[in-house]
Every structure is written in C-alpha cells, then in structure tokens.
C-alpha cells in the first residue's frame, strides 16, 4: 500500500508538471514584453525630442538669419490685421522666407497683438526678428505734408487733395482760417478727413491759447476778430520778427478809427480763397473793388480772415510793439519801412518807387 501511494502521488506530480510552465519562466517572459515597450517608448520619446529639438534649432536659424531680400523693399500692413495675415503678406512679398516660422517665432516672443500698422521699409537681408521688431515698434515710413503760413483754406485743401499717400474723400470746406498752416506728418492710408480734423483742432486750441494772453487794451471785440486781424498781419508780411510791428499799425489805426487800407483784404475780397493769379497784375479796378474785404473802402476788420495765420501773427496780434506808427510802406528787400506821420510815410514812399525804377533800369 505504501508503494501504490507513493507510485500515484510521484504519478500526480508528473501530470502537473508537464500541464503549466513554471511561475518564474512565466514572470520573466512578462518582465522581457514589459521592457521591450518600455524601450519602444523611449526611443519613440527620445527620437521626438531629438526631431522637435532639430525643428527648433532650424526654427531659430530662420527666425534669426539673414532675410531673402535682395534690394530695399516697403510693404504696407493693412489696419486690423492679424499676425496669420501679416504674416503671409511679408512671405508673399519677399520680405521673410516662412510665414509660419514668423507667425511661430512672434507668439514665442509675446508679441502677436503688438505688431502695428503702417508703410514698413526693409533693407536687403532684414531677419524676421528685425521685421517683427520693427512692426511691434511701429518704425513705419513718415510722410507728410507741408500748409504754409499765409495760404488761404482753399489752397490747403487742394494741395491735400492731391496728397497720393493719404486715402479717402476730402471733407466739406471749412471756414477760412480755422486750418493750423504746418508739416504734418502721418503714416500711408491716413484719410483725408482725419488730417483736416488735426489741422482744425491744431488751430483751435493755438487760437484759444493765444486769445487767453492777449494785452488788456486791445481794440478787438472777440476772438473771431483776432484772427482775422492776425491773418492781415500773416499776409502783410513774410518777416516773423516783422510781426509785431506790423500788428502795432494796424491796431493803432483801429484806435484812431482809421481805415486799415491793406492790400491784401481788397484782393481776397475779388480773388477769394483761390487768390489772385501770381502772371495778373493788381489794377485799379481791384482797389475800387466793391466787397466787405476792402479795407479801403470799409472801417474796422473785414467780415472774417482772408487766410491761415501761423503762431508768430497770432502771437504779434495778441501783444503787437507798442508804437506810434500808423503807416509802413515796402523797403524793396523784403521788409518794410514804418511811419509815425503822412509826410514820413510819403517820403518813404517815394524812395521805394525810385528804388524799383533804378531796379528796373538795371535790369
């Protein structure tokens, strides 16, 4: 009975030994699948890292390097333009290489709502951090456009109508005077209107300004006044520092009553805002001319300016030189000769006539 047990129990542990592979064959296989994607997954990661790391070395060298500009170059951004925009725009101009490096390269700087419109200029080999830099600076290219003293409105508004770098319609006329005559500058695509708007509110605030330092004893009503009688002064005269002496006659004769008898007045008043042609002779139909202008024929200021005074008429209206005179008369140079009395203003007179008919003798 003894062997019989001993032969089934020996028997037995034969039949499971050959059914099931053994606990540490079976953990070591599982240990050996586990390793392999492990590895797998590694060197997945690590050549990814490697790729992304060889992308963003290429990345930067494109981002950092030489642009492909051959020869300066302008490329206008648009207003509201987003960086997908602008950033085409400049590949598709030559300006940058890869619109996509550029859009990548300006969201990693933290700059993509920084970029500003404009006429940007880009010198040959310009990178694209140079572009991004200087669109995010806003160095865009200035133009400008230039009213002198002494235009009238209608003048300045043709000459901004005629303005290629500025866009839309020109805005209903103003009234004389009310432009600030200067150098604007402004960027390509600014309309019309919105240089017009400037110069009025330039002017506006230049007049109040001014109106506010006036002398005490002027003989001038209002603030509408002021301007008219400084855009006399601005026509009489060419000379800045001339200003204030000429201002001084004119409000002297005011005082006294006088006629202000100023050249200019009557001319506006036949000529209007497009002035009198500069191949047309002034004749003396243009003197006796019949208007609210001539200052000939009227007492006190003519009904409004009759053209764009700058800061040194306004500024020599609001405190003209304190003198005596009451006449001035050219001196052939360019300048003027002033006068306390008629008889000095004659002589004056004369010796400016004789000095034009020896000009004209040499000539």
Request: glycine share 10%.
């Amino acid at each position: 009975m003894t062997d019989e047990r001993g032969e089934g129990a020996r028997s037995g542990k034969g039949r499971r030994g050959r059914g099931s592979a053994p606990a540490h064959k079976r953990s070591r296989a599982s240990r050996n699948q586990l390793v392999i994607f492990l590895n797998f997954c590694l060197s997945t990661a690590l050549f990814v890292m490697l790729a992304a790391g060889a992308l963003i070395y290429w990345g930067v060298g494109q981002f950092e390097g030489a642009g492909p500009l051959q020869a300066e170059t302008t490329y206008v951004v648009p207003r509201n333009s987003g960086l997908q925009t602008i950033a085409s725009g400049l590949e598709r101009e030559g300006v940058i290489s890869d619109a996509t490096v550029f859009e990548y390269g300006v969201r990693f700087a933290g700059t993509a709502g920084d970029l500003k419109a404009g006429e940007y200029a880009f010198a040959p080999g310009t990178s694209m951090r140079e572009v991004m830099e200087k669109l995010r600076e806003g160095r865009s290219i200035m133009h400008s456009v230039t009213i002198p003293e002494g235009w009238t409105a209608e003048r300045a508004f043709e000459r901004i109508a005629a303005e290629p770098s500025l866009t839309g319609d020109m805005p209903e006329m103003v009234p004389e005077g009310t432009l600030m005559p200067d150098t604007y500058l402004f960027q390509r695509g600014l309309t019309r209107k919105e240089i017009v708007r400037r110069m009025r509110e330039a002017q506006n605030k230049l007049v109040a300004e001014l109106w506010e330092t006036r002398a005490d004893d002027l003989p001038i009503d209002d603030i509408g006044q002021f301007l008219t009688l400084a855009s006399i002064v601005e026509r009489e005269t060419g000379i800045a520092g001339e200003r204030p002496h000429v201002a001084s006659v004119f409000v002297n004769r005011l005082r006294k009553g006088m006629r202000l008898q100023s050249d200019p007045t009557f001319l506006y008043g036949v000529y209007g805002g497009a002035g009198k042609p500069s191949d047309k002779p002034v004749t003396q139909s243009d003197i006796d001319s019949d208007t609210p202008y001539n200052t000939y024929k009227i007492k006190g200021l003519p009904p409004g300016p009759i053209a764009l005074p700058g800061r040194a008429a306004l500024e020599a209206v609001a405190n003209p030189l304190e003198t005596k005179d009451i006449y001035f008369v050219a001196d052939g140079t360019g300048g003027h000769i002033f006068a306390e009395t008629l008889d000095e203003h004659n002589r004056n007179v004369r010796d400016y006539r004789a000095l034009e008919r020896q000009n004209r003798a040499e000539q």
